[in-house]
T-cell receptor, first 109, second 114 residues
Framework: KNEVEQSPQNLTAQEGEFITINCSYS?????LHWLQQHPGGGIVSLFM???GKKKHGRLIATINIQEKHSSLHITASHPRDSAVYIC???????????FGSGTQLTVLP | EAGVAQSPRYKIIEKRQSVAFWCNPI?????LYWYQQILGQGPKLLIQ????????DSQLPKDRFSAERLKGVDSTLKIQPAKLEDSAVYLC????????????FGPGTRLTVT
């Protein structure tokens, strides 16, 4: 069974700061997802990656398969980035996701 | 492309009452998931359907929870009777092999049991 851990649990930043959220998992995976959840519950997929690095706007996701670790970076953070960010690992042979407990990010103006 | 639809968005019930949630996945998505997300935690898989068959319901509390996807499209999740600890957001997601099994989530239903 895969264990997915995120850090930090809570993060408060000033507008414009560079933000990093970390995710580690315990067993091999086929893909790692980064998700964003705003108040109200809906979840939006930000990235799905199995190697290397992906970039979308101010968001960057990286994964190190050997170290079983992924990071989500936000450059030039903005108050509208305030949300819960969740990483989820998809098993090597299954379509199911194992979720981390999420990082509550608050960006202050 | 329309996303995953869920209703209702919010529901407040008293303990021991019954409640049902509805999900309409993205058209053509064969796999449908129901998750329970308790405040401060990540989502927990309750049940996974492939078309109208159950793939995994190992974490579904079957004494009170039931789910069906009779025609392989829409799905309903029912709780009967509800307990206080069932208060959570219930998320529906769907995926397709043609899209690499990336899961697309609905807006969720926030259930409060009083």
């Amino acid at each position: 069974k895969n264990e997915v851990e995120q850090s930090p649990q809570n993060l408060t930043a000033q507008e414009g700061e560079f933000i990093t959220i970390n995710c580690s998992y315990s067993v091999g995976i086929s893909a790692l997802h980064w998700l964003q959840q705003h108040p109200g519950g809906g979840i939006v997929s930000l990235f799905m990656l199995s190697s290397g690095k992906k970039k979308h706007g101010r968001l960057i996701a990286t994964i190190n398969i050997q170290e079983k670790h992924s990071s989500l970076h936000i450059t030039a953070s903005h108050p509208r980035d305030s949300a819960v960010y969740i990483c989820a690992a998809r098993g090597a042979y299954a379509r199911q996701l194992t979720f981390g407990s999420g990082t509550q990010l608050t960006v202050l103006p | 492309e329309a996303g995953v639809a869920q209703s209702p968005r919010y529901k407040i019930i008293e303990k021991r009452q019954s409640v049902a949630f509805w999900c309409n996945p993205i058209s053509g998505h064969a796999t449908l998931y129901w998750y329970q997300q308790i405040l401060g935690q990540g989502p927990k898989l309750l049940i996974q359907f492939q078309n109208n068959g159950v793939v995994d319901d190992s974490q579904l509390p079957k004494d009170r929870f039931s789910a069906e996807r009779l025609k392989g499209v829409d799905s309903t999740l029912k709780i009967q009777p509800a307990k206080l600890e069932d208060s959570a957001v219930y998320l529906c997601a769907s995926s397709s092999s043609s899209q690499g099994y990336e899961q697309y989530f609905g807006p969720g239903t926030r259930l409060t049991v009083t």
